[in-house]
């Protein structure tokens, strides 16, 4: 496609887009595209595409099948656009749900689980990449930065090894030495401190 | 095993992937309908969105042209049909007294039916179960709407928990000449085939139903007499699971 046939879909995506009323832009994108308007995908791909790869990397590790899980995440986000439901949260957050699970997915066979656990606890937590970690890098991102400092080391330890690690609270458990109920305390104190340091609405 | 206290703690852990097959599907069938914890999920979900944008990673460029191609020639679902559905979220479970309430006109007709004529042992075994699946603390009534004029009445009484369902119809017209009606559980891999329904001359219907799998919606559909694997006719009755 050339620069200006892209410039033109564009203008005309943004027209059908904004013919929805009442809905924040990426909504709109995700409508259109729901109603088959590939170069509305697109743009919303150019929002999305970070956050989905990611979130993706942090859990999948490998880039190359990483890569693969992004575009899985892509192709189902397409798939079912015509169902998306904003009493579910907002796109952003919907997008991020199929992209953890993809991801979840993806490195949750029994093998690859096996691997995990043993990487995870030979190395914790130096093997584990940070939150913190993937922050300071990538972002300054205050907010995000004071959220998680906020959290006590066993709550993000918790969340980290769950939500980038990919293991079930059941395998936590068995990481950290401690007993279940611990771990989703932590998991659970944890998520709530985040949410009200971070503010999130949905 | 989750007590039903537990159940309530699990929506941060459900948000994170954090949870087995198994307690997975427990919190899926539980969480739409609880106001604590559809609230907690949708916040905990924006909550980890805001933390997964401040570690955002570009993919390699050329992943979009790829993606572009791959699109084009992948077919997308169907929209999940208007009505009911779009309130699963906001819905409240209904209280207490409500439910009893409803309870008590559904087993009231459930006996009805047994106590006019149609004696059958069907009709004792459909009260029973009735009455069972009335008796889970995860009960929920589900109204059928119809989706066109068609006549009649379609209720659902369902628990998640029990694995059953009891449904309730009346004034359905006759299906047609080789023809029958057909119960679609809906969830998010589309229609699967439930059940063929032939309702007694009169309309009414009592069927008992085993329930796998976490419904989002329940349909009905008209279908040649010996079904259909995935449903060709209109949708003619429609509820939120
Ligand atoms: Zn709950």
């Known amino acids: 496609m050339t620069k200006e046939m892209r410039a033109f879909r564009r203008l005309h995506s943004a027209a059908t887009a904004t013919s929805v009323a009442g809905s924040d832009s990426l909504a709109r994108l995700l409508a259109a595209a729901g109603r088959g308007d590939q170069a509305a995908f697109g743009m919303l791909y150019d929002e999305l595409a970070g956050l989905v790869h990611g979130i993706v990397l942090r859990v999948v590790r490998d880039p190359s099948q990483a890569e693969e899980v992004t575009q899985e995440v892509f192709v189902e986000l397409w798939r079912l ?3 998306y439901e904003e009493s579910r949260g907002s796109v952003k957050s919907w997008t991020a749900t199929l992209a953890h699970r993809r991801a979840i997915d993806r490195v ?5 689980s096996r691997n995990r656990m ?12 940070s939150v913190g970690d993937i922050v300071e890098t990538s972002l300054d991102n205050a907010r995000v930065r004071r959220a998680l400092g906020s959290l006590t080391p066993s709550q993000r330890e918790a969340v980290e090894l769950a939500y980038f690690g990919g293991h079930t609270y059941r395998e936590v458990a068995v990481l950290l030495q401690v007993p279940e109920g611990t771990v989703k305390s932590r998991i659970r104190d944890g998520m709530i401190r985040l949410r009200d340091e971070l503010g999130a609405s949905s | 095993m989750s007590t039903n206290l537990d159940i309530h703690h699990l929506a941060a852990a459900y948000a994170l992937d954090a949870l087995d097959a198994r307690e997975r599907a427990v919190f899926e069938a539980h969480y739409p309908a609880c106001v604590i914890c559809s609230h907690d999920v949708r916040e905990f979900r924006a909550t980890l969105a805001a933390m997964g944008e401040a570690s955002a990673t570009p993919p390699p ?3 979009r042209a790829r993606l572009m191609q791959e699109i084009g020639e992948t077919r997308q679902l169907s929209p999940l049909l208007p009505g009911p559905v779009a309130h699963l979220a906001a819905r409240r479970r209904p209280s207490a007294l409500v439910l009893a309430a409803a309870a008590a006109v559904l087993l009231l007709i459930g006996l009805a039916s047994f106590a006019f004529g149609r004696s059958s042992n069907d009709d004792r075994t459909f009260a029973d179960a009735l009455d069972h699946v009335l008796a889970q603390p995860d009960a929920r009534l589900i109204e059928l709407t119809a989706t066109d004029g068609t006549g009649g009445r379609v209720q659902l009484a369902w628990s998640a928990t029990a694995h059953q369902a009891a449904l309730l119809a009346d004034g359905l017209a006759p299906a047609g000449e080789g023809m029958a009606y057909e119960l679609w559980l809906i969830d998010a891999g589309g229609p699967a085939p439930m059940r063929l329904l032939d309702p007694a001359a009169d309309g009414s219907l009592r069927r008992t139903l085993t329930v796998d799998g976490t419904p989002v919606q329940w349909g009905i559909t008209i279908e040649p007499r010996g079904g259909s694997p995935a449903p060709t ?4 009755f429609l509820g939120a699971a």
């Open chain 1, 81 to 83: 656009a015509p169902r």
């Open chain 1, 108 to 112: 949750r066979s029994e093998q690859a």
């Open chain 1, 118 to 129: 043993e990487r995870d606890a030979a190395g914790r937590p130096g093997e584990v990449e």
């Open chain 2, 61 to 63: 460029a050329d992943l």
């Open chain 2, 233 to 236: 006719g209109d949708v003619i």
